[in-house]
């Protein structure tokens, strides 16, 4: 299971209830939380995502639109009682901003907080999944997140459960390749009651960057890509000088890359309307969608 | 005209749609902001207080639900091109804070911003209003104002005006006691078309605070105060050990201080109903109210 849920679209100027960046991924039993700008604790409480459920929190550059919700949302975490550790992937300086913060206010997190320097690479590793991360293109150091799982769990074939009247309480054992032995002694082969799936499917996070072909490289081939599109085609001039991207350029990435499907997002306030993001990304790019607010999409 | 707007009427933990700690008090015409809990900006923009109006903005303490929606607010500023300078009053460390964001985001703000290191006294002083700030007895560094005009604007006789055919362009000038003089030199005393009004008002905020008598003592006789009750009677020991006031407190102090009217705020989340707060608080003080956020309160 990976799918990720928008809880920010827009970039930095908040706008028609439109919220600055952030979104959750869930990748297999995990909640992710990718950039958190100003309110997203608010949004995580509107989609009913529970914050103790994040353990992990990627935040790509230090623009106030991508983690000024950061503190507020770990203050929250330490005076709602959590004890698991939190993970913090981000550039480095924010781990000073962090301890200042803590600091002034006589702040001690009853949990531990466990900063990781973003580097190029793989920045998380387990069994069941992979994060990778890799450099964008923007005014200062900003990181792009490619969430990858690395075996799927395996399909059960209810027909045959039935037949071999195995307990629903072993499913999820079975899903990950297990096999069931029967309190006799008796063995069930997973292989009987189950089937292989296609192989793990990744997502792709790409914000806040101009174009540039090599990031088509790094994403090559992802399921779902979410990237940047701040402005319409005809102010590319102007993205070109706030470091951002156009619907087109969005568009390009995907389709050089051979990705399966196109999200965009972080719309600059000056449009109301969304509909030509669409329209546009869709000329390039047929299988592009917006990134809505609310919105979970399965990868 | 002195009256103060509830943006925020929540302490730390967001929760029924209450926001954390933030208001606007109008003081002639200026706006003044006090704390600005995380989502200020968007709670300014729900009541159509434009940012722009906004000259100073005043920081009680550095705990996160009285601040971390400052940069926020500061950066969006900014980027809507601000060019007047923005006096920020608050603890000290405030500064560093401020100063390191702005740094690692490469941000120079197009407006000059002025900080000024919170101090026992008259921290803000015109001809028409003063601010006064003291110590209240927090866990960390934590400062109460007072807002006082110093003098209130004559009350303009509408009959009069029209009798003496004084244009209407004239009227704010007349209303701060100047006399008008016909092009042809014939001068309209001012005393002629004007009244005086009662003397000028006060407004004293009072938040995150423990019980002390010599509140009442600073906050002596002004119209309307504005104290935190965190907590209803009954948890006055968890108050106290929180560094808080319950309701009872609070109204004590307004009582021993002989204020106008009491408007109590900063409830804790756990409390989705806020009845018993007007209550207990009514018990001690008759003319008391919740400070309901969106609500504007005349002084």
């Known amino acids: 299971m990976l799918a990720v849920t928008i809880l920010g679209n827009n970039s930095a100027l908040q706008a028609y209830d439109r919220h600055p960046s952030s979104q959750v991924i869930t990748l297999h039993d995990?909640?992710?939380?990718?950039?958190?700008?100003?309110?997203?604790?608010?949004?995580?409480?509107?989609?009913?995502?529970?914050?103790?459920?994040?353990?992990?929190?990627?935040?790509?550059?230090?623009?106030?639109?991508?983690?000024?919700?950061?503190?507020?949302l770990i203050t929250s975490m330490g005076l709602l009682g959590r004890e698991n550790p939190l993970n913090l992937y981000a550039p480095s300086s924010l781990k000073t901003?962090?301890?200042?913060?803590?600091?002034?206010?006589?702040?001690?997190l009853p949990f531990p907080l466990h900063f990781h320097s973003l580097q190029e690479g793989v920045v998380l590793h387990t069994e069941n999944y992979e994060v990778n991360s890799f450099k964008a293109f923007h005014r200062i150091e900003c990181w792009a997140f490619i969430f990858r799982e690395l075996k799927?769990?395996?399909?059960?074939?209810?027909?045959?459960?039935?037949?071999?009247?195995?307990?629903?309480?072993?499913?999820?054992?079975?899903?990950?390749?297990?096999?069931?032995?029967?309190?006799?002694?008796?063995?069930?082969?997973?292989?009987?009651?189950?089937?292989?799936?296609?192989?793990?499917?990744?997502?792709?996070?790409?914000?806040?960057t101009l174009y540039d072909d090599s990031i088509a490289a790094s994403v090559k081939g992802v399921d779902l890509l979410y990237h940047e599109a701040t402005y319409l085609k005809d102010l590319e001039e102007k993205a070109v000088k706030r470091y951002h991207c156009t619907t087109t350029q969005a568009a390009t990435i995907a389709k050089i890359a051979g990705v399966h499907r196109l999200l965009v997002g972080h719309f600059s306030s000056k449009y109301e309307k969304l509909d030509e993001f669409e329209n546009e990304t869709r000329?390039?790019?047929?299988?592009?969608?917006?990134?809505?607010?609310?919105?979970?999409?399965?990868v």
């Open 152 to 208: 799927s769990p395996r399909r059960l074939d209810g027909e045959k459960l039935k037949l071999y009247d195995i307990p629903a309480s072993f499913y999820e054992d079975l899903r990950r390749g297990e096999s069931y032995a029967f309190p006799d002694g008796r063995i069930i082969n997973n292989e009987l009651v189950t089937e292989p799936t296609s192989k793990g499917k990744a997502y792709a996070y790409v914000t806040d």
């Open 97 to 108: 901003i962090i301890d200042l913060q803590l600091e002034v206010s006589g702040t001690s």
């Open 30 to 72: 995990q909640l992710f939380l990718v950039d958190c700008g100003e309110g997203t604790q608010t949004q995580l409480a509107r989609y009913r995502i529970k914050r103790s459920r994040i353990n992990n929190i990627f935040i790509s550059h230090l623009h106030g639109d991508h983690y000024f919700g950061l503190m507020g």
């Open 283 to 298: 000329q390039v790019f047929p299988n592009s969608d917006l990134a809505l607010e609310g919105v979970s999409y399965r």
